[in-house]
């Protein structure tokens, strides 16, 4: 099955710096690659994902990237925000035919003011 | 709309009690899941259910059982509490068209604490 590694497990960043944080997987025929967020204290919510026929995609202040050939995808954010402080989850699945999400295990962002 | 919800928010369990966690939407989805959130381990699947009457093993479904009698409802059940199932759980739910690139809705967990 799917095996997604995401780094780095923590990350602190002066407000208005921009952050990085990489996945990688193991299965090639992955296509579907979505970010999620969860505050603290709060549920998951989708907040960027892309398909493999795309190698980047934006909107406003948060861009994913995809590298198919080396298999890892990244989510950037940049002039970041206090309310960017969050866990980000990113995750990767076959579009159609797999029901499943496989998550990696998440990267702590502080946004230090 | 509620969206996703869930029952109970809160729980504290002897070890070898059993309990059902609830989870219900009012989306219409087909897709029904549920998790299990730990520190560092980040979001896995225990089983998952692709329609009314159906259920799938996920990657760590040993301990618990699911039911999903009605297509707006998906129980999670403990036959005998341990404390290695002390963890947040969240269900979550999706469209069946568009396959997985359709966004998962989540419910606001459960905290599960068995002693």
């Known amino acids: 099955g799917e095996n997604v590694e995401q780094h780095p497990s923590t990350l602190s960043v002066q407000e208005g710096d921009s952050a990085v944080i990489k996945c990688t997987y193991s299965?090639?025929?992955?296509?579907?690659f979505p970010w999620y967020k969860q505050e603290l204290g709060k549920r998951p919510q989708l907040i960027i994902d892309i398909r493999s026929n795309v190698g980047e995609k934006k909107d406003q202040r948060i861009a994913v990237t995809l590298n198919k050939t080396a298999k890892h995808f990244s989510l950037h954010i940049t002039e970041t925000q206090p309310e960017d402080s969050a866990v980000y989850f990113c995750?990767?699945?076959?579009?159609?035919?797999?029901?499943?999400?496989?998550f990696g295990t998440g990267t702590r962002l502080t946004i230090i003011p | 709309n509620a969206g996703v919800t869930q029952t109970p928010k809160f729980r504290v369990l002897k070890t070898g009690q059993s309990m059902t966690l609830l989870c219900a939407q009012d989306?219409?989805?087909?897709?029904m899941y549920w998790y299990r959130q730990d520190p560092g381990m980040g979001l896995r699947l225990i089983h998952y259910?692709?329609?009314?009457?159906?259920?799938a093993k996920g990657e760590v479904p040993d301990g618990y059982n699911v039911s999903r009698l009605k297509k707006q409802n998906f129980l999670l059940g403990l036959e005998s509490a341990a404390p290695s199932q002390t963890s947040v759980y969240f269900c979550?739910?999706?469209?069946?068209?568009?396959?997985?690139?359709?966004?998962?809705?989540f419910g606001p967990g459960t905290r599960l604490t068995v002693l």
């Open positions: 299965d090639s025929a992955s296509n579907y």
């Open positions: 995750a990767a699945s076959l579009n159609f035919g797999n029901e499943k999400l496989t």
């Open positions: 979550a739910s999706r469209y069946l068209a568009g396959g997985a690139g359709n966004e998962q809705f």
């Open positions: 259910s692709v329609g009314e009457g159906t259920t």
């Open positions: 989306m219409n989805h087909e897709y």
